[in-house]
């Protein structure tokens, strides 16, 4: 069974621009998690969606959005791009609440 | 608010030794699960073990185990053997914060594990 797919691996993007970065669950996941990893604060929790809709959200701004698509494949986007943004964004897929998590290889993202 | 703890930011080990990676956790939860993850320097996280608050047994999982003690809220992962690719950070975890079944991993500071010839 294929694992979790992220793409793009590695993003090069300025301050002030967006960015979306794209994931793929193991086939028969239907949650999807976000997650962003940087040496400063470790992993920290962006948002989860299950079947389109988003059950929860972490503390971060607004500039920080995502979507869960009917294939269970989700997007996450990044508005006016900080400085601070830059770091490993991690995507997990599950079958549900209660399964444990599978994580994809990352995207990198450096913002300059 | 759930919260994991991990206190050796590196360790340095023999090959072939067992090692063991400390995790403290806390939470107001009855229910809750606890994992633990290894992450290789190409950045991916590999899941290695799980451990349900309910399961009255230690997980195990090939040469890895969870030494599980609840009352003292631990969770630390032992490594039998250790292989010259057991190399990476470990993460331990906590399924917490569940919201309408939200799923929200909590992450500790990690573990540098790192296994000498």
């Known amino acids: 069974k294929a694992g979790v797919t992220q793409t793009p691996r590695y993003l090069i993007k300025t301050r002030g621009q967006q960015v979306t970065l794209s994931c793929s669950p193991i086939s028969g996941h239907r949650s999807v998690s976000w997650y962003q990893q940087t040496p400063g604060q470790g992993l920290q929790f962006l948002f989860e969606y299950f079947s389109e809709t988003q059950r929860n959200k972490g503390n971060f701004p607004g500039r920080f959005s995502g979507r869960q698509f009917s294939n269970s494949r989700s997007e996450m986007n990044v508005s006016t791009l900080e400085l601070g943004d830059s770091a490993l964004y991690l995507c997990a897929s599950s079958r549900d609440t209660y399964y444990e998590q599978y994580f994809g290889p990352g995207t990198r993202l450096t913002v300059t | 608010a759930q919260k994991i703890t991990q206190t050796q930011p590196g360790m340095f080990v023999q090959e072939k030794e067992a090692v063991t990676l400390d995790c403290t956790y806390d939470t107001s939860d009855q229910s809750y699960g606890l994992f633990w993850y290894k992450q290789p320097s190409s950045g991916e996280m590999i899941f290695l073990i799980y451990?349900?608050?309910?399961?009255?047994q230690n997980a195990t999982e090939g040469r890895y185990s969870l030494n599980f003690q609840k009352a003292r809220k631990s969770a630390n992962l032992v490594i039998s053997a250790s292989q010259l690719g057991d190399s990476a950070m470990y993460f331990c975890a906590m399924r917490g914060g569940l919201i309408q079944g939200a799923q929200k991993l909590v992450f500790g500071q990690g573990t540098r594990l790192t296994i000498n010839p």
């Open positions: 451990q349900g608050s309910y399961d009255e």
